[in-house]
Nanobody, 116 residues
Framework: QVQLVESGGGLVRPGGSLRLSCAAS????????MSWYRQAPGSERELVAS????????NYANSVKGRFTISRDNTKNTVYLQMNSLKPEDTAVYYC?????????WGKGTLVTVSS
């Protein structure tokens, strides 16, 4: 079955960096686009970044452009989110997501807290 397992979250100070990873299994990873979403307390889940199946195309939410970078390694079935210049408003649970055969698949999320 499809599994998405996020890791790499934690507590970081404003201006710091974190790299999130999402290990995928149960499907042919290399042929599907992948995305990162986030959900802050009291807010709706929002798209952060997406990457095409081969990694040649990416897009980002305006709020993270220039600070976050999404990438993938199809040999390791893993998608990454490099987060730099973190701000307190980046505090959220970050989720890995893909869409296969009209079905949404989500990981359980990893918590990122940006605080001094």
């Amino acid at each position: 079955q499809v599994q998405l397992v996020e890791s790499g979250g934690g507590l970081v100070r404003p201006g710091g960096s974190l790299r999130l990873s999402c290990a995928a299994s149960g499907f042919t990873f290399s042929i599907y686009a992948m995305s990162w979403y986030r959900q802050a307390p009291g807010s709706e889940r929002e798209l952060v970044a997406s990457i095409s199946s081969a990694g040649g195309s990416t897009n980002y939410a305006n709020s993270v452009k220039g600070r976050f970078t999404i990438s993938r390694d199809n040999t390791k079935n893993t998608v990454y989110l490099q987060m730099n210049s973190l701000k307190p408003e980046d505090t959220a649970v970050y989720y890995c997501y893909t869409w296969i055969g009209r079905v949404n698949y989500w990981g359980k999320g990893t918590l990122v807290t940006v605080s001094s």
